[in-house]
Each structure stands twice: as structure tokens, then as C-alpha cells.
């Protein structure tokens, strides 16, 4: 009793119930395709139709009728609808022949049209998390019988009967079949899937989907693993997770959030420390202590004669992915340590260490099941020098030579790791290359598309 209380009561406290890090609202074009080609390359109907002839141990063969073969499956039509808090209404028209001998002798041959409807229900299965349909309640309703026989009321009963008897046993199990089929299509759904040799993501279910009168949402609350096995939590900072307006109805979308994308950069947050040992980079002036003289005289005080130098960056808190409608940035806070080199075997001699923050403009684009990221210098926020061997200086001056830097510099081996790309949810064979993507209010969107 006391559970059940807490079950109720708990559920309503706040923060109690954490918000996807990602959501899938499924609409009916993706869901139609599905169903559509799985009873389509499941040729379901025809094997079934196929089996209706045959003696099965069980099954008692239909009285009146002998040999009785089907023919001419048509290819079927279906029709979904979505029932609210249920799943999908399914209806599958379709015909065929029935053949055989009849009672009376002689060959028989009825041609029927018929719906076959049922009532998928959507669940989520206990022991591997996963969605799964269920059907519910399949019935047959004949839309239109033809017979060589001759009409009348024996003829008719017998027809009736027949039917009635032979086509939920024989048509009802493709409905199950057709939803093995889509089930396998999300089978590998919550499969952790690889970030390089990072880590882990997975697409665990939050709960159970939810289904509406126009869509099915699929909230999930993704797990980022490093490869160590070490958890990384979503951020839960960033507000509810929700779709932006202005996507058709029955139009399909997959939501990211920025928490999620932050946690999967911070598997490589490593990745981006890096020594910077070339004398030439890019545009950039070379890296000698001439260079930098030109900013700060201190440095010519110290060096009168030009040393090469060398660039240490350490990022020294996970990066920080922030959307805003339209613009998406990556946020770095670390040090930027510059050393001049010395005669062989002599460890290089620190100048100075600049603390700094700074955000990266984040462009994204799917390729496979990735998403992909590339980014370019947005801004530099902050600049303040830490230690110093040639005394105090003026490190503002150094703004626009380290924006510089980074982006000739940093931004370049920054886009080298992110090459590695994120996956994305596999399920029901949705092909992201076709979404569309938006920047959003603290989510990415991919509106996805169909071919
Ligand atoms: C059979 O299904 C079709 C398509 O859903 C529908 O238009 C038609 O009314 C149904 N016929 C019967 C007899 O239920």
C-alpha cells in the first residue's frame, strides 16, 4: 500500500523526474514506411497463404472443402492510425483465391477481398527495455466474396462458415509476423555503440512511449560510458527537452540535448590537450620569440636573440556544448602554456601560462548513423595571465594573436577528434543522411526525413 502511495505521490514531486536527454516523436510517415516494407519484403501473406494448404499436425482440416490451395495474394494495402495511450490501429486489405474441391464436387473457386485489422499495442518489453508492438483483437471482415458455386442458402452458409473458420487462423499470425519484423527493426535500439575508442553511448528508454493522436514520443535517457566503464551524467541544467513548433503533422524528429552532446564531449576531453611543436602553423607569423615580442616587449627584454617556441594547451574542465535558435557553440575553459626551446636535452623553459576561455562556433551534419561536428573560433572570453618567468605584462595585447592561434592552431586537431562523430539512436532503419538539421532552443533537431 505504502509503495503504491509513494508510486503515485512520487511522481508528482519535482525533480523526482529527470528529462530525456533525448527524444524521438515518430509520426506516421516513418511509422506507414515501416510497416508497409516489412509486409512487403516479408512477403507474409503469400507464406501464410502458402501454409493454409498444407495438413498440420493440430489443425483439423475444413469440412466441405478438399485440396484447397489460396492463389493470387494481393499486394495489401494498409491503413494506420494512431490510438492515444495505445499504439497503432492496423487494417490490411488485401484479396486472393481460395481453390479446392468442393462438397458438391467438382472445382471450386471463390475470390475474396478482405480487412484484416488488429490493434498494436506499444510496450516497453520488461527485460530488455526495448519498444515493443503487440497486436490485439485481429478480426477478418470479408469485404467481398465471389464463388463459381451457385448462390443459394446452403451454399452461402456453408461459404460463411468456411471462411469465418479458415481466415483468422490463416491471415491473423502474419499480423504477429509483420511485427517481429518492425520489433527486430529496433532490437539493437539500446545497443551501447562506440565513440572511437572513447566510450560508450547508449539509447536507454526512459519509460514507456507514449502515444498521441498524431505521434509516438520515445524519451530516452542516454547513458555516456567512458571506456573505463566510469558514467558520465547528463548536465540537468538545461530546462525540459522539448520539439520546437512548425514541423508538419505526422513529420518525424529526433531531439538531442545539449547535456547530451556535453557528455559525449566529454569523453574526449583528453583528446584535446595537445603540445604544439611546429615553427610554421597556417597564416600564422612563425613561432619564435620575434613573434611575440611584437606584442610583448617583455619578451624582447628576456630574449634578445629569437628562440623558436612551443605551445602546451591543457583543457582542464569537460567542454560545454550551449544551442541557441540558430547558433550552437563549444565552450573551453584551459591554460595555454608557451615554452622557448632549448639546446638538446635540456627540457624547454616556460615563458609564460595564459588561463583562458574560449567558444568554438559548432557547425553540425549527419553522415551515417553519425553526427557529425566542425568547428571554427567564435569568440575569446577571457585571457589572464597565471605564472610568468619574464615578470608582469600586458596579456591583453595577446587577444587577437591567441584567437588566431587557436583557430589556425587548436581548431584544426579539434576538428580531426570530432571526426570520430556521434551515434545516433538505430532504429527502424531511419536514414539520418536525409534529416534536416536545426539549431534549437538547448537541442539539435534532426527533422528526419524519408526518401
Ligand atoms: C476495409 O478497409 C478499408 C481501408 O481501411 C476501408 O476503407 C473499408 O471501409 C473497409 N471495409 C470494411 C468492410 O470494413
Known sequence: MLQILCLALCGLLPGTRADPGALLRLGMDILNHEVQSAMEESHILEKMAAEAGKKRPGVKPIKGITNMKVKDVQLPVITLNFVPEVGIFQCVSTGMTITGKSFMGGNMEIVIVLNITATNRLLQEEETGLPVFKSEGCEITLVSVKTNLPSNKMVNKFLDSTLHKVLPGMLCPAIDAVLVYVNQKWARLSDPMPVGQMGTVKY??????????????????????????????????????????????????????????????????????????????????????????????????????????????????????????????????GSLEIFTTRRRGKPPMSLFLLETHFNLKIQYSVQGNRLQMDTSVDRLLSLTRGSSSIGNFNEEELTGYITDYLQEAFVPVVNDVLRVGFPLPDLLAIDYNLAELHIAENALVLDLKLD
Open 204 to 333: 536507454a528508454l526512459m519509460s514507456t512511449p507514449a502515444t498521441t493522436a498524431s505521434h509516438i514520443q520515445v524519451d530516452f535517457s542516454p547513458e555516456v560510458t567512458q571506456q573505463k566503464g566510469k558514467t558520465i551524467k547528463l548536465a540537468e541544467d538545461g530546462g525540459p527537452l522539448e520539439i520546437p513548433g512548425g514541423y508538419a503533422e505526422g513529420s518525424s524528429q529526433l531531439l538531442l540535448s545539449a547535456a547530451l552532446l556535453t557528455a559525449e564531449l566529454a569523453l574526449l576531453q583528453k583528446s584535446f590537450n595537445m603540445d604544439i611543436q611546429d615553427q610554421t602553423i597556417g597564416e600564422l607569423p612563425p613561432q619564435t620569440t620575434v613573434t611575440l615580442a611584437g606584442f610583448i616587449p617583455e619578451v624582447a627584454e628576456a630574449y634578445p636573440k629569437p628562440k623558436p617556441v612551443v605551445t602546451q594547451i591543457r583543457i582542464n574542465k569537460p567542454p560545454k556544448v550551449t544551442l541557441k535558435t540558430g547558433k550552437s557553440l563549444l565552450h573551453f575553459h
